[in-house]
């Protein structure tokens, strides 16, 4: 079934309005016709099964059949603090992550990272990510959009960070196995985690010692070294399964 997403401004009690490039897509890609049924989010936590009513020039009216909570979001809010990778690998990390689960994804400037990205580059970068965001929570039946903010720089997001209930810094140099499993099954639903990444150089030394300082905590992925855009999908995986596992 397609699945939607609208602004809580388009639903009423009765009805939802399709706006925007979802028209076309339905139109003229899906083909949909009449009374053929559909899933809507309004990016707020509730779900719509709808039915299609009427295809207007600029918009697709639905007839609200149900309403329900969405069951599809972690019980915790994530945040993934990525350090700037080179290529496409933000669009691969952006995809995977939300279907993950990530609540939003901060890209990041460190000291080791090879892309540089100006303010111009930098917002429309942006924009494509949370078109790739968009695109994937459709896909994955999300209940949200997860937003990929602007650029930030390390110390920016380690003070965004500062907010959340658990920081966890995964690093190769970083020894035992057991102090990370306890501290991961020790996150419970509710807490909001938040998880950084270095770049393809990895964090400089320094990176590492300030983000203790701030409440980060070290931790280690195991005895082999991750590529940047595995290493946070690796962890997220296994951040849903201990948090799913507790409600499911």
Known sequence: ???FFVDASQVSEETIRIEGSDVNHMKNVLRMRIGEEVTVSDGQGKEYLCQVRDFEEEQVQLKIVETK???TELPSKIYLFQGLPKQEKME?????CVELGIYAVVPVSMKRCVVKLDAKKGAKKVERWNTIAASAAKQSGRGI???VTSV????EA???AKDLDVVLVPYECAEGIDHTKKLIQSIKPGQSVGIFIGPEGGFDPDEIALACETGGQVITLGKRILRTETAG???LSVLMFQ???VTY
């Open 1 to 3: 079934m397609q699945h």
């Open 69 to 71: 909570a969405s069951d």
């Open 92 to 96: 691969l990390i952006v995809q995977k």
């Open 145 to 147: 959009v997860p937003e």
């Open 152 to 155: 930030k720089t390390y110390k």
């Open 158 to 160: 380690l003070e965004m």
């Open 233 to 235: 999908l690796a962890l």
């Open 243 to 245: 948090l799913e596992q």
